[in-house]
């Protein structure tokens, strides 16, 4: 089992940047696939990065492309998502998630097992 804690969110102007961090407990993280999905109100939790157990692959919404940046640190436990050139339209909770099954689309939320409590970016116009 793991636990995961978010942090790094707040408010920044459209066109800023946003690092968020995840750190997890435990001794396996390495085991586990890591993502960030996000969720604005009213909307359904999509997939923003994956990223393998190794860091050696990845997998970006095509609305984060070319701005976000997803990694992972397996000595420190932690995984980060990189965000800049943010606009609105990133304005949601965001939430760090792993998996050791992450199905063939790493997309599905119900693929994965273990969820942090969220954090939230704000993006002013």
């Known amino acids: 089992q793991v636990q995961l804690v978010e942090s790094g969110g707040g408010l920044v102007q459209a066109g800023g940047s946003l690092r968020l961090s995840c750190a997890a407990s435990?001794?396996?993280?390495?085991?586990?696939?890591m993502a960030w999905f996000r969720q604005a109100p009213g909307k359904e939790r999509d997939v923003v990065a994956a990223i393998s157990r190794s860091g050696g692959n990845t997998d970006y919404a095509d609305s984060v492309k070319g701005r976000f940046t997803i990694s992972r640190d397996n000595a420190k436990n932690a995984v980060y998502l990189q965000m800049n050139s943010l606009k609105p339209e990133d304005m949601a909770s965001y939430y760090c998630?792993?998996?050791?099954?992450?199905?063939?689309?790493?997309?599905?939320?119900?693929?994965?097992?273990?969820w942090g409590q969220g954090t939230q970016v704000t993006v002013s116009a």
């Open positions: 435990g001794r396996t993280f390495s085991r586990y696939f």
């Open positions: 998630a792993a998996t050791t099954t992450p199905g063939s689309t790493w997309r599905n939320v119900r693929d994965w097992q273990y």
